[in-house]
Nanobody, 123 residues
Framework: QVQVAESGGGSVQAGESLRLSCSTSGLKFDDYAMGWFRQAPGKEREKLACISVDGQSSSTMPSVRGRFTISKDNSKNILHPQMNSLKPEDTAMYYC????????????????WGQGTQVTVSS
């Protein structure tokens, strides 16, 4: 059974940083690309970034580029989405997703999804 687990969310003040973690089980981590998404109440799910199987190629959405980064450590089987200079509008549930195909992850059609971790940013 494949599972994707996010952790590291919480409540922070505007301007602070958070580093999330995403891990998987039931699959070979270094055979899968990964993606990072968020969904705020009443809004559609938004893609933030995606990263290739080997972690060498990534794509970050313009809306968060310069503040958010993503890294994949295949030696530790973990994905680290990093959020800096957080704003109240970044408040959302944050999700990780994974699929063998980089393109599929980047278009939000990944096969496996986590349950999410809540991030709340107060002003």
């Amino acid at each position: 059974q494949v599972q994707v687990a996010e952790s590291g969310g919480g409540s922070v003040q505007a301007g602070e940083s958070l580093r999330l973690s995403c891990s998987t089980s039931g699959l070979k981590f270094d055979d899968y690309a990964m993606g990072w998404f968020r969904q705020a109440p009443g809004k559609e799910r938004e893609k933030l970034a995606c990263i290739s199987v080997d972690g060498q190629s990534s794509s970050t959405m313009p809306s968060v580029r310069g503040r958010f980064t993503i890294s994949k450590d295949n030696s530790k089987n973990i994905l680290h989405p990093q959020m800096n200079s957080l704003k109240p509008e970044d408040t959302a549930m944050y999700y990780c997703a994974t699929d063998v195909r980089f393109g599929t992850v980047c278009t939000g059609r990944a096969e496996y999804w986590g349950q999410g971790t809540q991030v709340t940013v107060s002003s």
